[in-house]
T-cell receptor, first 111, second 115 residues
Framework: AQTVTQSQPEMSVQEAETVTLSCTYD???????LFWYKQPPSRQMILVIR??????QNATENRFSVNFQKAAKSFSLKISDSQLGDTAMYFC????????FGKGITLSVRP | KAGVTQTPRYLIKTRGQQVTLSCSPI?????VSWYQQTPGQGLQFLFE???????NKGNFPGRFSGRQFSNSRSEMNVSTLELGDSALYLC??????????????FGQGTRLTVV
């Protein structure tokens, strides 16, 4: 079975600064996907970024990028130029078939 | 293009009752997955339906069941409700089977409270 660990329960960052959210996972699979999802107060899960395990290049989506270290089973999310709208819970997730989520981290962006 | 629609948004039920939740996926999506979100256990996978067949199931008791119709709409049923079933139930739809290689789009969830 896969496990996903997000050890930081919450973080706070000043608007316009950069923040990194950590995630580690455990699996015996070689081919899989990793995701970061954002859940704002509306509770709707929104896909932030996706990484395919067989791709060595780190995924980027505008202000969001990941640092994927397959051997270390680490998958961190970097948010650059933080905006107030980034305030939300962020979930790291692993997928071979279904999504396995971490416990999430509450990110607060201060004005 | 309409998103994933879950109904109802909120439900209050009494212990021992049963409940049915509905999920309408994005048009053209054939896969529907259900997740339970609680403060204690976080997000946990319930089951996935693809082309009206259950393809994958999480570690939940048999009181939790589901089905998918020919138009890809899905329902989830919980019988003999327990207090611990209080949760946000999220539905996700995707084009293909499994979350691995297709993006999963989530609905806003159904908040179930069991009293």
């Amino acid at each position: 079975a896969q496990t996903v660990t997000q050890s930081q329960p919450e973080m706070s960052v000043q608007e316009a600064e950069t923040v990194t959210l950590s995630c580690t996972y455990d699996t015996s699979e070689n081919n899989y996907y990793l995701f970061w999802y954002k859940q704002p107060p509306s509770r709707q899960m929104i896909l932030v970024i996706r990484q395919e395990a067989y791709k060595q290049q780190n995924a980027t989506e505008n202000r969001f990028s990941v640092n994927f270290q397959k051997a270390a089973k680490s998958f961190s999310l970097k948010i650059s130029d933080s905006q107030l709208g980034d305030t939300a819970m962020y979930f790291c997730a692993f997928s071979k078939r279904e999504l396995t989520f971490g416990k999430g981290i509450t990110l607060s962006v201060r004005p | 293009k309409a998103g994933v629609t879950q109904t109802p948004r909120y439900l209050i039920k009494t212990r021992g009752q049963q409940v049915t939740l509905s999920c309408s996926p994005i048009s053209g999506h054939r896969s529907v997955s259900w997740y339970q979100q609680t403060p204690g256990q976080g997000l946990q996978f319930l089951f996935e339906y693809f082309s009206e067949t259950q393809r994958n199931k999480g570690n939940f008791p048999g009181r939790f069941s589901g089905r998918q119709f020919s138009n890809s709409r899905s329902e989830m049923n919980v019988s003999t409700l327990e207090l611990g079933d209080s949760a946000l139930y999220l539905c996700a739809s995707s084009l293909g089977q499994g979350a691995m290689n297709t993006e999963a789009f989530f609905g806003q969830g159904t908040r179930l409270t069991v009293v």
